[in-house]
């Protein structure tokens, strides 16, 4: 059974400070994904990791895989109130067969960001 | 704009009274899933249709239930819903296994 863990559960912040939230895996898998919820939302797509080695930057975030390791990691630069929300990293361990997608999600990292 | 769409947003249930919630897409996206996301937890799947093959996840309840009669639609019926079964439903689609989901607005279900 895949097992999905991050690290931190809950991270309280600095504005202007970096972390890194980290999510390891259990098994071999195709793609790692990252989402960000805001409460009583949906979940909106952040980055999806496709091979060992990827890097992927959007503003103050930045997302890494290492499939060597079943490790991503979602770093923080300077981070800002408006990041204040919680962060799901999910993977697809479907490989091959007739498992379309299937996606088992961390426990969430609820962060908070003050001033 | 091509999304995915769920309604209602909030739906209120009495204990033991069928429910369905809805979902639609325009993205003609051949995969559709449902998962649940109970306060404070992660999503968890329920179950997926790849086009109109069906896939139950082992652990999900039978007293869930899915219909998808086109590629736009797809259905969660909750038969006697249990105060437990109060959550997020959140659907999401994919273009196929290779695809990114894409996930609705999410139902908030409340059972009463």
């Known amino acids: 059974e895949l097992k999905v863990e991050q690290n931190p559960l809950f991270l309280s912040m600095q504005e202007g400070k970096n972390y890194t939230i980290y999510c390891n895996y259990s098994t071999t898998s195709d793609r790692l994904y990252w989402y960000r919820q805001d409460p009583g939302k949906s979940l909106e797509s952040l980055f999806v990791?496709?091979?060992?080695?990827a890097v992927k930057q959007e503003g103050r975030l930045m997302a890494s895989l290492d499939t060597k390791a079943r490790l991503s990691t979602l770093h923080i630069t300077a981070a800002v109130h408006d990041l204040s929300a919680t962060y799901f990293c999910a993977v697809d361990a479907s490989a091959g067969g007739t498992s379309y997608g299937k996606l088992t999600f961390g426990q969430g990292t609820i962060l908070t960001v003050h001033p | 704009d091509a999304m995915v769409i769920q309604n209602p947003r909030y739906q209120v249930t009495q204990f033991g009274k069928p429910v369905t919630l809805s979902c639609s897409q325009t993205l003609n996206h051949n995969v559709m899933y449902w998962y649940q996301q109970k306060s404070s937890q992660a999503p968890k799947l329920l179950f997926h249709y790849y086009d109109k093959d069906f896939n139950n996840e082992a652990d999900t309840p039978d007293n869930f239930q899915s219909r998808r009669p086109n590629t736009s639609f797809c259905f969660l019926d909750i038969r006697s819903p249990g105060l437990g079964d109060a959550a997020m439903y959140l659907c999401a689609t994919s273009r196929d296994r290779w695809g990114q989901c894409t996930f609705g607005s999410g139902t908030r279900l409340t059972v009463v």
């Open positions: 990791l496709l091979s060992n080695g």
